[in-house]
């Protein structure tokens, strides 16, 4: 057995079933070993994306995903990926390819120092020098991955250790480890502040939506019937019919939701992760702020928690609900704001314009995806307009990126959804400038038979870059471009492409493209003067 085998054979004993990526001359005993073994090799188009789909992987499962590249040009491709595993706290482990460490036969042809350029991208990287440590290596990578707060390992094998014979190490065998919980004396505490508020309210964050919290955060809510709000990225994290939802707080301040916010007089935080663009702004004399999460809060300017209830949050929010359940005559305090919140955000949403409004492509879109399908957003302008808009009552249904927020990752992450959940309607939703970042992954989309719908909102624009520069003032310049005609695109690919052409027409497109099965794209016009109307004009002007 040579290093390479040893490296699939400890990566087959963590459970991985498939490698993402697009190997170099340096990979070849890898990829040998993987054509070997019960691992599947994916190619993509471009190492983006497969390091998206990785940690796609990682967020949908909690198990790292795994991502492959060659030395040089295709790790440093895996870096914005690397990024977005990171501020996301997606599990991820990245294999690349090094030339050899024992002797330098092609000088510095292509050598770039990878573990260092990656050190501040992951939570570990490390090149492995000899072939003995790799299994304890590659399970030490999955556990630094996988445990709280996850991200992505990097592993640098050169190819010379790749090759070389391995001694007889045996794997290294996975054991799943409880979190500690937290102690009585905190949540007591917790209980006691919870107890003595006029106007509770709880949110969502990020980490509340780990794939193993979904029942423990649906449970808490419908025991404790306070009302709860989430950040972009909480979304979705308490099944949907509980009656407590306030909405999303899409933006900072002065939302809608912000008139439950500003009243709140405590905030129970959980998994609020301050990667994410701030839900609320912590001032002086705001709210009491009590953050429950699986590691102690980041202290920032806008988020600085007064307690803390720290310990695995499911089992530890099950103790908090025992102490509470049935004693707490405020908790449905702010609820008679429930209403008033949820009809604004609904506002003007089935209005027949052409081209469509963001409101209307949010509205037709839900009414086309069942409870458990999954919504896959790019960025751009339309996620504020998802994230505050569309309602999930299924975790995991909304997956958006407001952590490290790059363009380019909507396809990707849908194409990642679509794999795992075959049986499930994906739609990756993406601006024309986003999309176009990552588009030639839809060879690997229709190569590799996924069922995916892919709608793109056509407005020749950086939308969201060109609303910033009117809200604050500036003229209009620099942020228009043409766009490629989809539907031809589309169809280059042996894909089916439809294109909108009336404000009814969305939804049966999308209905059409989901029924024919395949990889379909959609593409649709979008009308953003909705922008500066709700954005900046209605909401400048909410009154108490
Ligand atoms: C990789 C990357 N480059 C630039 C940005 C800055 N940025 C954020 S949104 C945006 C415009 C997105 O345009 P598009 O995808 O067409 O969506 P739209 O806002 O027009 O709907 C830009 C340039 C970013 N977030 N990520
Ligand atoms: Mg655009």
Redesign the pocket.
């Known amino acids: 057995m040579n290093g390479a085998q040893l490296l699939v054979a400890a990566l087959e004993n963590e459970g991985v079933k498939r490698i993402i990526g697009i190997p170099g001359e340096e990979n070849l005993d890898v990829v040998e070993a993987l054509r070997r073994s019960s691992i599947e090799l994916v190619l993509t188009r471009h190492e983006q994306a497969a390091a998206f789909m990785a940690a796609t992987h990682g967020r949908l499962t909690g198990e790292a995903g795994v991502c492959l590249s060659t030395l040089g040009p295709g790790a440093l491709n895996l870096t914005t990926g690397a990024a977005y595993a990171q501020l996301g706290a997606m599990p991820m482990v990245m294999i690349t390819g090094q030339k050899g460490v024992l002797s330098r036969k092609q000088a510095r042809f292509q050598v770039v120092d990878i573990v260092s350029t990656m050190t501040p991208l992951t939570k570990m990287a490390y090149r492995i020098v000899g072939t003995a440590t790799i299994p304890s290596i590659v399970r030490e990578a999955f556990r630094v991955a996988q445990q709280e707060r996850p991200g992505p390992v990097h592993l640098e094998l050169p190819e010379d250790v790749a090759a070389e014979q391995a001694p007889d190490v045996p794997v290294v065998a996975p054991h799943p480890t409880a979190l500690p919980v937290a102690e009585p004396a905190a949540l007591d505490q917790a209980a006691e502040l919870i107890r003595g508020a006029q106007y509770p309210l709880v949110m969502l964050g990020a980490a509340a939506s780990r794939p193993r919290l979904a029942d423990a955060l649906s449970d808490f809510v419908r025991r404790v019937q306070i009302p709860f709000f989430n950040t972009q990225m909480g979304k979705g994290s308490v099944a949907g019919g509980s009656g407590l939802y306030m909405g999303t707080a899409a933006l900072s301040a002065r939302d809608y939701v912000h008139q439950a916010i500003d009243r709140a007089d405590l905030i129970i935080s959980i998994g609020h992760d301050t990667v994410e663009k701030p839900p609320f702004l912590m001032g002086p004399g705001g709210p009491i702020v009590l953050h429950v999460g699986y590691l102690p809060a980041t202290v920032e300017e806008v988020y600085f928690p007064h307690a803390e209830l720290i310990g695995d949050i499911g089992p530890s929010l099950a103790l908090l609900a025992d102490r509470l359940e049935g004693k707490l005559a405020r908790a449905g305090a702010l609820l008679p704001l429930r209403e008033r919140i949820l009809t604004h955000i609904a506002d003007r949403a089935q209005e027949s314009r052409y081209p469509l409004t963001p409101q209307r492509i949010v509205h037709d879109v839900r009414r086309v995806m069942p409870e458990d399908g999954i919504v896959c957003l790019?960025?751009?302008?339309?996620k504020i307009w998802f994230a505050r808009n569309y309602r999930t009552r299924v975790a995991n249904t909304l997956l958006l990126d407001n952590a490290l927020?790059?363009?380019?990752a909507g396809l990707p992450s849908a194409m990642m959804a679509a794999m795992l959940h075959p049986d499930r309607r994906v739609l990756a939703v993406?601006?024309?400038?986003?999309?176009m970042?990552n588009s030639q992954e839809l060879e690997t989309a229709v190569r590799l038979g996924l069922n995916l719908v892919i709608l793109i909102?056509q407005?020749n624009?950086?939308?969201?870059?060109r609303w910033k520069q009117a809200a604050d003032g500036f003229a209009d310049f620099g942020m228009s471009f043409g766009n490629p005609d989809f539907v031809t695109y589309a169809r280059s690919y042996g894909m089916q492409g439809t294109r909108v052409d009336g404000a009814d027409g969305l939804a049966p497109a999308l209905e059409a493209a989901f029924a024919a099965g395949g990889v379909h794209l959609v593409t649709v016009p979008?009308d953003y003067s909705e922008n500066m109307r709700v954005l900046v004009e209605e909401l400048a002007n909410i009154r108490e």
């Open positions: 790019d960025n751009g302008m339309y927020a790059t363009m380019g993406c601006g024309d400038g986003g999309f970042m909102l407005d624009a950086y939308g969201m870059i979008i």
